[in-house]
């Protein structure tokens, strides 16, 4: 059957907005994507109906609140074959990263080693450089070829017994490209080192099955995939979570608290200080449930398909530079245009009601790797048409014009 994505568009209230006078074509979800009906819905239900904080309350409203958030828990383990104790609630990738990086961290010594990758965001390289400032720990870098995969050979010659954290990618939020996260967690393992996959991008795209990629911490934003800001994930393998000192101190994550001493809950609860993102998580947990309403591979068929058709419609310019064409790679078209800035082609497109993002995408030493300073992103997600992608092209075209 068809990929119906009149259908799914329906579902997406602000798909129907217009901007500058033409009809939004909105293709910056790989920043983040848009909110389906039932996440809206189910975050303005949960303020309407049911509301309290968690956790604390003996009372209905805390019971049900409560409920509604572990319920959360159980889908977002379910989508990625976790246990439910394995998942933690975090304000985004970012902090589910930092908090990884300031555990590990706790055991380090100068002169260690952590290998990540040239084609890393930032948000998976600043917590590891804290670590090189204040601790002497020492950063190693997997290059990226030409075509934007990871070169492997250089990788296995980096895994030294001094390695003792390998954090990569699973899908790059620039060059699109999908690493082959199983072998390198194997390959890191091998060497005794502990994995950490950022998995902002890839959960979006494709079935992600933690224990089958073996890694020991899996993170991801909700944001990203159709679900609210202000939530992450960061899964960890229950021994790994249970060795891992806790990152902030407050409320709700402690055994006991006196005047001399504590004790820690157990995980995920040791994770989660404070009061946590309450309606956030409802909403992450609204949009999984949504998504298990969608036919996902005919969905990343239909993504593949708007990139093939956009990638042929442009093969002749000459003026156009397109990053990344690691073979597999999903629906993510990072490009310069000759002669022009690439947040002047954004602004430029954005008259013809075109959204893409410009600039370094938090990722700088990959546009170092790649020559350049910036470049648009033109990111394509299931909602996208066959139409918008025609849109895009034709008013990139126009746009060139501009430069030539
Ligand atoms: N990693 C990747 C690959 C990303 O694309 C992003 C978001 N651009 C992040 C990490 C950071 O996510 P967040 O800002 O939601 O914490």
């Known amino acids: 059957m068809a990929f119906d994505v009149a259908q799914i568009r329906s579902q997406f209230p602000i798909l129907s907005r217009q901007v500058n006078g033409k009809p939004l074509v909105y293709l910056d979800s790989a920043a983040s994507a848009q909110k389906p009906r039932a ?35 159980k889908s977002v383990a379910a989508l990625i074959g976790a246990d439910i104790g394995e998942v933690v609630f ?14 590990l961290g706790a055991s380090l ?49 980096l895994l030294t017994p001094k390695v003792k954290v390998v954090a990569l990618t699973h899908m790059s939020n620039v ?9 390198i967690v194997r390959l890191a393992h091998e060497a005794g080192a502990v994995t950490l996959v950022d998995g902002c991008q890839a959960i979006v795209h494709q079935p992600v099955d933690v224990k089958a990629l073996d890694a020991d911490f899996y993170v991801f934003s909700g944001h990203k995939l159709y679900g609210p ?36 809950a ?20 609204a949009a999984i449930e949504w998504l298990n309403g969608v036919d996902r591979a005919a969905a990343a068929a239909h993504e593949a398909a708007l990139y093939a058709h956009v990638t042929e419609r442009l093969a002749g310019a000459n003026w156009l530079r397109v990053l990344g064409e690691a073979p597999g790679k999903g629906a993510i078209l ?14 430029i497109l954005d008259r013809y009601g075109v959204a893409v993002r410009a600039g370094t995408h938090c990722a700088e030493p990959l546009m170092r790797r790649f020559g350049v300073t910036s470049s648009a992103r033109a990111s394509f997600a299931l909602y996208n048409t066959h139409d918008e992608a025609e849109a895009f092209v034709d008013a990139l075209t126009r746009t060139q014009a501009f430069f030539a």
């Open 229 to 264: 800001t202000g939530i992450g994930i960061l899964y960890g393998k229950a021994a790994r979570l249970a060795e891992l000192p806790p990152y902030q101190g407050g409320g709700e994550m402690i055994g006991s608290v006196s005047l001399e001493a504590i004790t820690y």
């Open 334 to 347: 990072s490009f310069t245009v000759e002669g022009a800035h690439a947040h002047d082609v954004a602004q």
């Open 90 to 103: 975090t304000k985004g990738a970012t902090e589910a990263i930092n908090l990884v990086a300031a555990g």
């Open 39 to 73: 996440v809206i819905d189910a975050m303005v239900q949960a303020m309407e109906t049911s509301y309290s904080n968690v956790h604390r309350g003996l009372h209905t409203l805390a019971n049900e609140t409560t409920e509604a958030y572990e319920q959360a828990r």
């Open 266 to 285: 157990d995980p995920p609860h040791r994770f989660e200080a404070g009061t946590p993102p309450i309606l956030e998580a409802i909403g992450l947990g």
């Open 109 to 157: 010594q100068a002169g260690d080693e952590i290998v990540l990758t040239e084609m890393e965001h930032h948000a998976n390289i600043v917590p590891w450089h804290f670590l090189r400032e204040r601790k002497g720990i020492i950063l190693r870098f997997v290059p990226v070829t030409d075509d934007g995969r990871l070169d492997l050979e250089q990788f296995r010659a």
């Open 175 to 183: 060059l699109g490209t999908v690493n082959p996260v199983a072998e």
